[in-house]
């Protein structure tokens, strides 16, 4: 393990991978915003891909003395897609790294770099960024909400993390509308926030996947103009549209939500579960089961498989600035609608 340092100080080499996006982007920035200040960053900072750059540039780039600054910065996105010779090429650098350097390493999985976390540590750091599930997603939302002046209820969030699921970046925004939404209240309770996402779940990700699974490109389309161009979702059936600053990551979390509890529907009936029982398994209501079982007719396994993978990609393309999220999003749904290997029932 390497030597611990100060909260200013930076290690040569970090590896940071996982799951969950929001936490690895956290970790990243942090290590920009210490080991670079903003002034400093236009002639210290790069950013790689792994896939796409070779290794001998990062290791030229990354043994380069820093111009007028006690770091380089050098980033290398999506390392788990390097070829394990590249990885190999480059372990010889880390393991004699840069003392003026901070080489970042940002993967969704181990990759290739599985079996070097011991070697790694030795002149650096590997940190594992994975979901966040039942107490630590609530703990994480309730520490987010006292950074606003709020505190969260326990059924609140509870309503939240069934609704939203466990995707940080969307949790973040669902927050701060809510924060602002209460106004000077200090407490959200469970009916501040019930009709904030309710009616988005229900009828437009339910109209859109309806779409999707019958092939109507004109009508998903269609549906997702109005919610991404208007930026105007209704939320309760008693109440005018609600104004939202960007619908995008909500309405891709509830997509890749909507995908997985389809799956679950057809899994669980192939298992002869009654609607009852599949209600308490996925812990929503009878009624939404219906739907959802309505809904599973339309979808095979694997259509359902290409759904949440294109569903991921598209938000890891949106959060990585890969192009205008309303084209993205453009592509995802014809994507969606384009029938894949295997996608009849």
């Not at 290398?76 to 394990?84: L, P, S, T």
């Not at 569903?311 to 890891?316: P, V």
């Not at 600035?321 to 384009?338: A, F, H, Q, S, T």
Request: glycine share 6%.
């Amino acid at each position: 393990m390497a030597k611990l340092k100060a909260a200013t100080d930076v290690y040569p080499v970090y590896l940071i991978y996982g799951p969950e996006d929001y936490l690895i982007e956290e970790e990243v920035q942090g290590l920009l915003n210490r080991s670079l200040p903003p002034k400093e960053r236009e002639l210290n900072s790069h950013f790689f891909e792994g896939e796409e750059h070779r290794t001998q540039e990062v290791v030229r780039t990354a043994r380069t003395v820093p111009m007028f600054s006690r770091y380089r910065f050098v980033l290398v996105n999506e390392a788990d897609r390097m070829e394990q010779q590249e990885v190999e090429m480059l372990m010889e650098y880390i393991r004699k790294p840069s003392p003026t350097t901070c080489l970042v390493l940002r993967a969704q999985s181990l990759g290739h770099w599985k079996g070097f976390g011991t070697e790694i540590e030795k002149t650096g750091r590997v940190i594992e960024c994975g979901r966040l599930k039942s107490r630590g997603l609530v703990a994480w939302m309730r520490k987010r909400m006292d950074e606003k002046g709020k505190a969260l209820a326990e059924e609140a969030a509870g309503y939240l993390v069934e609704v939203v699921g466990d995707d940080l970046q969307t949790m973040e925004s669902v927050l701060e509308r809510i924060s602002l939404g209460i106004g000077e209240k200090r407490t959200v309770e469970l009916s501040d926030v019930e009709g904030i996402i309710s009616e988005l779940r229900v009828n437009t990700i339910y109209d859109l996947t309806e779409a999707i699974g019958r092939r109507d490109l004109e009508k998903a389309l269609g549906i997702l103009e109005k919610a991404v161009e208007s930026k105007v979702i209704p939320f309760k059936k008693d109440e005018q549209t609600t104004k939202m600053g960007d619908p995008v990551p909500l309405l891709l979390s509830m997509m890749a939500k909507q995908y997985r509890q389809i799956w679950r529907v057809k899994e669980l009936s192939s298992q002869r579960q009654g609607l009852a029982e599949m209600a308490r398994s996925l812990r929503i209501q009878p009624w939404n089961v219906e739907k959802l079982m309505e809904q599973a007719k339309h979808f095979s396994l694997p259509s359902l498989r290409h759904g949440i993978l294109k569903c991921h990609r598209t938000d890891l393309a949106i959060k990585r600035g890969r192009g205008p999220k309303d084209l993205l999003m453009e592509k995802l749904v014809i994507d969606l609608c384009r029938p894949t290997e295997g996608s009849r029932r």
